[in-house]
């Protein structure tokens, strides 16, 4: 039985690596975009997330350091290029929207207080996981009242608020208010999965960008990697409570140019009309030309859209109505930079069934490499 059992582990544990092997072959090195997404990481809290890029940035960069927001500054000096050469900036933020824990009641019920934009419609019956200094907890996220069998029809049709939304971990109410401290974190817990064309998770926003801030460079070394321009890439904190860590990077680094990588809405699903879907899967990486943020700057958008052309990568320019990313933090700090955003569409963001196509997300890379490769 013992002999059975671990020569079907071993067939386990090769299926499994050559899955990884058949990733990385593709193209698309999808198994650290599922350990990114699956790690947890909200603002102010993205330390987990931090030690896992620095584990896989060995030798592309040739400094590394923390800052005291937390973020992670990882500089790639110019190769063959003299004094004062271009300084471009990747900002890539780190953390994923959650809650932290607000207050455990007697019953052991723990409340939350969130981390980043919810839709509470989108809340209901979700597995989370609450992360501790001792040790992480499996847990169900509900909101109170009635559940369906003894409510009336008048509560079947409310949408809760978000203070109305409490977790349960299934222990005893002595064991939950030993263990679990105001300020301890909750995230999502649902396994990333690759779908045919496309990748769906939790935590693509913005895992996304951590994987092409490694990613865009390791293409880049396979080009040559004789980059002409100085590149840092900072990957960045607390980003969904308000570009809080970019701006502080980025008033350290003060870049020429600042490349905002992001996700962004692929609203191209039923309900939506066309001219409000943002980006459309399978049409290329987004070239973010605005949103509430900030406003690209447009011979920064010309040279990405002729890199694009000139080396067939597909893309889609985008403008979003709402909303904002670090590429704005860039453009405004210090001195100021020339912006631009480079994203990924996203569909149902902010859930946990956030949704990339391969593709698209080849396409930022790939487009990422030849603009750091061509800078002067």
Known sequence: ????????????????AGAR???????LNLDLLTRLCE???????????RALIESEIEGLFDTVETDPMG??????????????????????????????VSYVDEKGFIWIDTAGGFDPRNLFSRRVLVCTKGRDYHGVMNPCGRPVHISSPEERTKVPQ?????????????????RVKIGDYIVMDEPAREMGD??????????????????????????GGNNACEIVVAFTTQEEVGLRGAKTAAYAVKPCIGLGI???????????????????????????????????????VDTMEAIATKHNIPYQRSILRAGGQDGAAAQQSAAGA???????????????????????LAAARDVLARYLAETK
């Not at 092997?21 to 193209?27: I, K, L, P, S, V």
């Not at 992670?72 to 932290?100: S, W």
């Not at 978000?162 to 030993?178: C, T």
């Not at 020339?338 to 698209?360: F, L, N």
């Open 262 to 300: 992001d996700v962004t809405l692929a609203c191209d699903t039923p309900g939506v009309p066309d001219n409000e879907a943002v980006t459309f899967h399978g049409k290329g990486f987004g070239l973010h030309v605005k949103d509430s943020s900030f406003i690209a700057d447009h011979e920064l």
């Open 198 to 223: 496309k990748f769906t998770s939790k935590a693509l926003d913005n895992r996304v960008a951590c994987w092409l801030g490694i990613e865009s460079i390791r293409e880049l070394v396979r080009l």
């Open 1 to 16: 039985m013992a002999k059975r059992t671990a020569k079907k582990a071993g067939k386990k544990a090769a299926k499994k």
């Open 21 to 27: 092997r058949g990733a990385r072959a593709g193209g």
């Open 39 to 49: 790690t947890p990481g909200v603002p102010g809290r993205e330390e987990r997330v």
């Open 338 to 360: 020339k912006a631009v955003g480079i994203t990924v569409g996203t569909r149902y963001i902010h859930t946990v069934t956030e949704m990339i196509d391969k593709g698209d």
């Open 71 to 100: 973020s992670l500054i990882c500089t790639r000096k110019a190769r063959g290029r003299g004094q004062n050469p271009t300084k471009v900036m990747l900002l890539c933020h780190m953390d994923e929207i959650g809650f932290y």
């Open 162 to 178: 978000l203070k109305e939304f409490f977790v349960d971990i299934g222990l005893p109410a002595e064991q939950v208010k030993s």
